[in-house]
């Protein structure tokens, strides 16, 4: 059996040690914040754990303003997908809503930066192959090229991307086509 390494495992090097999965959520953190604002600091991400389920997720444990991101099974010894994934979650951890929810807005957004920032990164070019996830991405897509600052705009009006209506993409610029607006607007 040959010895791999988990994404949890730290290597010693000189002058300290590698990057582990969770030295990683830091960055990741740090990147999306820079983009697309602060997080909600009322949560607390406690940490990363591997889960047996189909998905990615957020969790709060005990119903608490607490997170813990989980990401799947097929990541622990493959630290690209490990990173696609906790930079998708990440995206959920800026203003969580309890329970989970999400629009096809925040979808788009967390998959859109999982894509650029592994791209950006070296993390591989992943290709995006969930129907759902996909009409995600191609909606904020065409929503970024007829207002590059959309979510730096929807934050300074709302906390949070859940909680956004139709009606305000539309007060934001009046080339958002009605369609569009309601399609962003959908719970995923």
Not at 7 to 18: A, D, L, V
Not at 56 to 69: A, D, K, M, V
Not at 144 to 169: A, R, W
Request: proline share 4%; net charge negative.
């Amino acid at each position: 059996m040959t010895n791999r390494n988990s994404i949890f495992t730290c290597q010693p090097i000189p002058n300290g040690h590698s990057w582990t999965i969770v030295s990683k959520l830091g960055r990741i953190l740090k990147a999306a914040e820079e983009r697309y604002g602060e997080r909600d600091k009322l949560f607390t991400i406690l940490g990363i754990e591997i889960n047996q389920l189909e998905h990615p997720q957020i969790w709060f444990p005990g119903e608490t303003n607490n997170i813990i991101i989980q990401l799947t099974a097929d990541c622990l010894y493959d630290m690209n997908r490990a990173v696609y994934q906790l930079a998708h979650e990440v995206i959920h951890c800026l203003n969580p809503v309890l329970g989970g929810n999400t629009n096809y807005l925040e979808e788009g957004l967390a998959t859109h930066f999982a894509v650029e920032y592994t791209k950006l990164n070296g993390y591989g070019n992943w290709i995006v192959s969930s129907p759902d996830y996909l009409k995600a991405l191609n909606l904020i897509e065409q929503i970024f090229q007829i207002e590059p600052q959309i979510i730096s705009k929807i934050k300074s009006m709302k906390e949070n991307l859940f909680f956004v209506e139709k009606k305000d993409l539309l007060s934001i610029n009046e080339n958002i086509p009605d369609f569009l607006a309601e399609e962003l607007v959908r719970k995923f």
